[in-house]
Every structure is written in C-alpha cells, then in structure tokens.
C-alpha cells in the first residue's frame, strides 16, 4: 500500500469528487426545501448537532473497534437503533456499498457484515489508512456540509461563494463536534441525538416522484 501522510488521506476521502455516489445525495436539504426550508446555514448546524453527531460518534467507534480487533456488529446495531427512519438507513447502506467498493480496492479492510452502514464502513477505512479519531470525526462533519452545500447550489439560485462560506462558517461546530466524539470507544457511548423533522422529510422524499437527489 501506498503511505501518505494522514493530512493527505484526509483531503482524498473529503473529496466530493470521490467515486462513491456522494454526488446523488442531498443530505436531507432538497425535501427540506420542498417542505419551506429557507435558513440553509441553520439546518447545516441542526444536522451537526443531531445526525452527523451519530455518525460522527459511529465511525470513531467503529474505528476504535477495528483497531482492538472487536467485532462490528454492535456498532451497527447501535447507530441503527440511533436512525429510526427506514429511508435514512437505506441510503446510508447504499452510500456504504460504493465506500466498500472503492476503499476495499484500495486498502486491506476488515471484514464488514452485509449490509453495513456509512459511519461503520468509514470506520473502517479510518482504522486501514490510519486516521486519528479526530480527524475521522471532522471528515464525517466536513462532508455533511459540504454535501448540503454543493446541493444547494443545483437546488437553489445562489452565488458559489456564499455556499462556500456556509462551510467556512461551519469549521468551528466540525471541530467540536470531532472533540466531543473522538473519546468515545463503545456502542453505548454513541450520542443518541434525534431529528425527527429531517426523518420524516426523509420518508417522504423516498417516495417522491420528482425529485433530483435520491435522498
């Protein structure tokens, strides 16, 4: 395997560009704004402190249990029982797969149970390419508003730059939300943060007949 510094790694897994079907997604903002959404900064920061928290806090854990050797079973479970919505688990699946495919081509990873979720198979490739706790969290936290960035822009009339400055503003709340998570190291330490809004604009959207974004 190729070495690199884990600021590299970093900035390579952060990259929208990467093929992992990213771009279909999102993050919830398109059946947001169906339902009358119009502060996009302030759902940025509900998303950060309710299910990019979860996900953040499940792929540090998953991590954590890579590296002790553990099996990932009981991360799953968890972050599951912290995702009630069926379309929201679904998708996260489905993100998952092509995470799997790409980092599984790339990086000796541990042995994942079918179907696994994002933060699980992010954990793991965390543990293969040697990212700290931190930073793991901060990617999870990055890509979330990064995500609901870049659609906002196919979504809405909006100037690139003040998108751009919707994640800048954001880099503070990433940096403790990734401070609050990376100490954590079992199932049951995962925050239990719930967003019952967003899911239930997630169930509807899953069975929307326009839309751009499949989730």
């Known amino acids: ?9 970093l900035m390579l897994l952060s990259d929208a ?10 993050a919830g903002l398109e059946p ?7 502060d996009v900064p302030a759902y940025l ?48 699946h489905q993100l998952a797969r092509g995470l799997l495919r790409l980092a599984g081509a790339l990086w000796p990873l541990a042995d994942l149970a079918a179907p696994s979720s994002r933060p699980v198979v992010l954990g793991a490739v965390g543990a293969a390419v040697g990212l700290s706790p931190p930073s793991l969290a ?3 936290g990055y890509d979330d508003v990064q995500t609901v960035s870049a659609a906002a822009l196919k979504l809405t009339p909006l100037n690139p730059a003040q998108t751009t400055r919707w994640v800048l ?29 967003i899911e239930q604009w997630a169930e509807r959207h899953a069975v929307a007949t326009r839309r751009l974004f499949s989730a």
């Not at 395997?1 to 790694?9: K, N, V």
């Not at 560009?17 to 999102?26: E, I, N």
């Open 1 to 9: 395997m190729t070495t690199a510094s884990s600021d590299l790694l």
């Open 169 to 197: 503003d954001a880099l503070p709340q990433i940096d403790l939300l990734a401070a609050e998570v990376a100490v954590l190291t079992a199932p049951d330490e995962i925050p239990a943060s719930s967003a019952p809004q």
């Open 32 to 38: 947001a704004l169906r339902e009358g959404l119009t």
């Open 45 to 92: 920061r509900l998303r950060l402190r309710t299910v990019t928290r979860v996900e953040a806090g499940t792929a540090v854990v998953a991590m954590h249990h890579v590296r002790a050797g553990r099996p990932l079973g009981p991360v799953e479970a968890a972050w599951a029982a912290r995702t009630p919505s069926p379309a929201m688990r679904t998708t996260s």
């Open 17 to 26: 560009r990467l093929p992992v079907a990213g771009h279909t997604q999102s």
């Open 138 to 140: 901060r990617l999870v």
